[in-house]
Nanobody, 122 residues
Framework: QVRMVESGGGMVQAGGSLRLSCAAS????????MGWFRQARGKEREVVASISGSGITTYYTHSVKGRFTISRDNSKNTVNLQMNSLKPEDTAVYYC???????????????WGQGTQVTVSS
């Protein structure tokens, strides 16, 4: 129902920055909360950040607070994740995610893109 394509991943040194982007299609974008997950090798997938449909409400996992910023542009059907002061422990595949139902908070995530690799070297 919803298709998401991530971009912007890559390899950076510790302390550097990356901006991930997610282009979504297939539904009324502004009605659905969106977010970013990540999964490091050998670890479980975890939610990194999420944002309400309106963009007013956001959530960040503790380890990225003050370093990452999630945003969305409903006119362009995109959600972004600005990642600053990157650390080696941020290394993971990052996935864009969409809530299953409109208007949910916390989001009832049910769909993910194929992911983009972020590698942070020490």
């Amino acid at each position: 129902q919803v298709r998401m394509v991530e971009s912007g991943g890559g390899m950076v040194q510790a302390g550097g920055s990356l901006r991930l982007s997610c282009a979504a299609s297939g539904r009324t974008f502004s009605n659905y909360a969106m977010g970013w997950f990540r999964q490091a090798r050998g670890k479980e997938r975890e939610v990194v950040a999420s944002i309400s449909g309106s963009g007013i409400t956001t959530y960040y996992t503790h380890s990225v607070k003050g370093r990452f910023t999630i945003s969305r542009d409903n006119s362009k059907n995109t959600v972004n994740l600005q990642m600053n002061s990157l650390k080696p422990e941020d290394t993971a595949v990052y996935y864009c995610a969409s809530a299953r139902r409109p208007g949910t908070w916390p989001p009832d995530f049910g769909s993910w893109g194929q992911g983009t690799q972020v590698t942070v070297s020490s």
